[in-house]
């Protein structure tokens, strides 16, 4: 089966990706305190490489210490860590897949900050606090925003240094960009603030200084939300709209980027990303750890520890999902995207199941697709789908527990049906990736990667 289209090469500029299939953007706390990457991450990401995606996006990699959501998340803004992201790089090349690094800025969305950032107020483009877990903010003077956006064009040259395959700019979910490109969270009144082309232009400036720093054979993506959906909060904007984000596409494309990623949602997690469920009974047991991270965070384990009070958190997460696909729930905003722009158009959103995504190519959707949590329910489902399955026999069920079970425990899948009932076989697969020598056995479905 390996004559559909999802297995040809997807050509971009200045990078050729063996099949259409890419590892989306996801990662635990598996790094130093200091930001260096660890054996740990390699084992992480070799799996899925190994189970034969065509490209990692690695998980968000802050290009500033205080820009990171999460402590233990690897960082590339020191030149001595550019070794540890070419051993990475080394390792993924080795089963044939392309590495693409993250650059990524927290700005306002932070949700364990560590000690780096334990007495800093987090930089936005806007003085609002974060509206769900309510991190306190500032507005970032001009002279921040060209500091970033040096950091920006930095990280990406080390990127290059260490024999990585291209960035993708994380413009989506809520993080820094999506701070300045929304209108329902950007209330600037400079040239930052205001009109579209002023919300992009933060964006547009860190595209210019990357082509500036590494030239333009390098390959560089941007990641972009297709509609805002901002009002998870009923009181707060909805932002941006898919016109927007058609609109910044094309920007970005005449500004040299060779590849458009498509999401959704002005914050992570969002209603729609990931899709699927929000399981408040696992969230009640984890969610204590960031409590601390915002103002808004008693508020929050309250009605996620309370029965009573949960019917509250669950209208209002789950008002935006109704008549909405789970798998492909951003296929729509790809097609608007794809149509407006000539360079390669890629999609998250759920995908396990081939004739969709076949389907989705063959239709000018999309050029190809990303995706995180079927694939740590299948870490091989690229080579289940080779074999002429259609759907993996144990296919990830969408309950987003490897999602609220992150906070405090290592990130892998904690459907335990997954996994015949038997927990022990369950926290043996999860934990795997911390062996020094792994052997990669770690899928939780029928076909296991083995190295």
Known sequence: MTDRQMFSPLEFRNLTVKNRIFRSSISGRFDQEDGAPTQTRINWESKFAAGGVGAIISSYVPVLIEGRIIAGYGTIHRDDFIPNWAKLGESVHSHGAKFIIQLSHSGRQLDLPGIHNQNRVALSSTSQREPINGVPCRAMGKAEIGHTVEAFASAAWRAREAGLDGVELHSANGYLFSQFL??????????????????????????????????????????????????????????????????????????????????????????????????????????????????????????????LLRPIFHWLWFRMKKGLPVEGINLEAARAVKAAVKIPVIVTGGFQTASLIEKAIGDQVCDGVTIARSLIANNDLVKIWESGKDRPDRPCTYCNKCLVNAPKNPLGCYEISRYDNDYDRMVETIMSIYST???LKVSAGEGLVTQ
């Open 182 to 307: 929304s209108s329902g969270i950007n209330d600037r009144t400079d040239e930052y603030g205001g009109s579209l082309e002023n919300r992009a232009r933060f964006l547009l400036e860190v595209i210019g200084a990357i082509r500036a720093r590494v030239g333009s054979g390098f390959h560089l993506q941007v990641k972009l939300g297709g509609v805002d959906n901002n009002n998870v909060m009923p009181w707060e904007k909805k932002g941006n709209t898919l016109a927007d984000c058609v609109q910044i596409a094309r920007w970005c494309e005449a500004a040299g980027v060779d590849g458009i990623h498509v999401s959704s949602g002005s914050s992570f997690p969002h209603p729609l990303n990931p899709p699927g469920d929000f399981p408040l009974d696992v969230l009640a047991k984890t969610y204590d750890t960031m409590i601390t991270s915002g103002d808004f965070g008693m508020r929050n384990f309250v009605l996620f520890r309370y029965r």
């Open 437 to 439: 020598h792994p052997d």
